[in-house]
């Protein structure tokens, strides 16, 4: 499991977008993105990089929590 902080998200639309990229990736596993905590969770076998690189693409800079 990978939790990523998104400073940058803060509406229902930048929900979606960081749900869409990081869904594309094929491998990010179940998502749950929490606008209030501005946090996204992933379940699958997606490394951190590949998840940070698909969000940094659409806009949305995160780090790795924990």
């Known amino acids: 499991m990978t939790t990523l902080s998104i400073p940058d998200m803060t509406c ?6 960081v749900e869409s990229a990081l869904k594309s990736l094929g491998d990010a596993g179940d998502i749950t993105v929490d606008l209030p905590q501005k946090t996204a969770t992933t379940t699958g076998p997606a490394t951190p990089d590949r998840l940070l690189k698909a969000l940094d693409e659409v806009g949305f800079p995160a780090t790795v929590i924990g």
Not at 12 to 17: I, Q
């Open 12 to 17: 229902g639309h930048c929900k979606a977008s």
